[in-house]
């Protein structure tokens, strides 16, 4: 089997927000995205060698490595890559026999807090040739390689039948009316702005102030580019308008969050990992109660985490009345068509969780409530600004900007809709996949959604000093989501 890269030797400049997130490594928080599979039968390591080798390897950046220098990062081809480095067995102790799961959790709960080795490309592929009747490969990948929603297109293509990934980018349609609209404002306006937040720190040097000059007071930079757009005939004035009073309004929504309510889910953070997962809900179910109470499924899905947590509180003795928990929600920022490239391309939404109101119904109202008012919203493209002005920073400065974030937090979340039915992988089908991304700075719970197979799954890491047993709140899910089906079916017909 080869072991050797595929590629010529190439230097190529790691983009800002990819550098970001490459310093954001801390000893409480490591920026991997980890997963599991669950499959069976059960597959063979030799199998799963040779199909990552032959597939994973198309994408140059899984032979590079990392190479820091003072105004950055570059990603340079591991002229020593060996596909058994990256690809390696796993076992778990032979008294996991008697509670495989509990087992595996407690392993991926390991390995979310050792770092990868940066002499070497930072990912890895770990495969339990025999667990529970089957297989589970369990998955590490440095956030600086790609998001979420750029894994899934490298997932797509390393399972039973996948394509490869394409060549050449294929040209989306045009965008039209306040879409249209939105992409200029991206490429116009916030590019811009970040560039000339750049600029200031490479000219001064030193404090993170004079970074957000252009973005503290946007009205010359907005008055500029909006005339361009004008000009151009890219946006109307009224369009202009409207962005131009989205921008102020979110920029200051950003820079003004309150803080959360204050738990026991929030504090400084330990070292140590804890992760748990649920049975999945059946999909068509939740799909029901969304149409019967004219909400999203995300709504639903949401208004689920929000009880889960607040009866988790609960059963501490903690009382939850008035209190909600902010929750941030990467959005994608890319078109699906460029999912292939890689790196990071997203902005986070802050999703506040009413994890105080009792009611089922009357949470999953407010939740659908606030989504609604997030709809639009210049939040996002805002935040990967920022994100992109962290990453030329010096690290305690971007420490610094990105912990005041931190503060305003308690969990980070992620809500990905997966294939409706179930994939193969080396002749196994997958039966389970679970996934968290990582927290950062001083945040210590990630919970994620995942819909596939046709059900919906649940997942939660903790960090055992602020939560020592997510399980528990696991544990809730389904009752939360079983008492929201009731009082649906218990509505009256017609209404």
């Not at 190439?10 to 499959?39: F, H």
């Not at 407690?106 to 025999?130: K, S, V, Y």
Request: aromatic fraction near 6%; include cysteine; charged fraction near 20%.
């Amino acid at each position: 089997m080869a072991t050797k890269p595929p590629f010529p030797f190439v230097v190529e400049r790691m983009s800002k927000v990819d550098t970001a997130w490459l310093r954001m490594d801390c000893p409480t928080n490591l920026m991997m995205i980890l997963g599991v599979w669950i499959i069976k039968p059960a597959i063979r390591y030799a199998a799963v060698s040779e199909r990552i080798a032959d597939r994973l390897l198309k994408y140059p950046r899984f032979t590079q490595r990392v190479q820091l220098d003072t105004t950055g990062a570059n990603w340079i081809t591991d002229t020593e890559f060996d596909i058994r480095r990256h690809v390696v067995r796993e076992k778990l102790p032979s008294s996991a026999r008697a509670q495989p799961q509990q087992a595996l959790q407690a392993r991926l709960a390991e390995l979310a807090m050792q770092p990868l080795d940066q002499r070497h490309p930072l990912w890895e592929f770990r495969l339990i040739e025999h667990y529970d009747g089957g297989s589970a490969l369990l998955v590490r990948i440095h956030h600086c390689i790609a998001d979420g929603l750029a894994l899934i297109a490298v997932i797509q293509s390393i399972v039973d039948g996948g394509a490869e990934p394409p060549r050449r980018r294929v040209k989306p349609p045009p965008a039209q009316g306040w879409e249209a609209a939105e992409e200029w404002m991206q490429h116009t306006l916030i590019e811009p702005l970040t560039v000339a937040a750049v600029k200031a720190i490479g000219a001064a040097g030193v404090g993170a102030a004079q970074a957000f000059g252009a973005m503290a007071d946007p009205r010359n930079v907005l008055e500029k580019w909006f005339a361009e757009g004008l000009g151009k005939g890219k946006v109307t004035s009224t369009e202009a308008a409207r962005m131009a009073y989205q921008v102020v309004r979110d920029g200051a929504a950003l820079a003004l969050m309150a803080d959360d309510s204050p738990t026991r889910l929030k504090g400084m953070p330990g070292h140590t990992k804890r992760v748990a997962w649920c049975e999945p809900l059946p999909l068509d179910e939740v799909r029901a109660v969304s149409k019967a109470l004219r909400c999203s499924i995300n709504d639903v899905l949401l208004a689920c985490v929000a009880g889960a947590i607040g009866r988790y509180l609960q059963s501490k003795g903690d009382s939850v009345a008035c209190k909600e928990i902010r929750a941030m929600v990467p959005v994608n920022l890319r078109p699906m068509t460029e999912a292939y490239k890689l790196g990071n391309k997203f902005g986070l939404a802050p999703v506040v969780l009413p994890v105080g109101v009792d009611n089922p119904v009357a949470r999953l109202f407010e939740v659908r409530r606030r989504m609604s008012d997030l709809k639009g919203s210049m939040q996002p493209l805002l935040a990967f600004a920022l994100l992109a002005v962290a990453g030329v920073l010096v690290k305690p400065v971007q420490d610094a900007m990105l912990n005041l974030f931190a503060k305003k937090t308690t969990a980070v979340m992620t809500n990905v809709p997966g294939p409706r039915d179930k994939l193969t992988f080396c002749g196994g089908t997958l039966e389970q996949t679970m996934f968290w991304v990582p927290q950062s700075g001083t945040v210590g719970l990630g919970v994620s959604i995942l819909s596939y197979g046709g059900g919906v799954q649940f997942g939660v890491i903790s960090d055992t000093t602020l939560c020592p047993d997510p399980q528990a709140i696991i544990d809730q899910f389904a009752p939360e989501f079983e008492k929201l089906k009731l009082l649906t079916l218990m509505l009256p017909w017609g209404e």
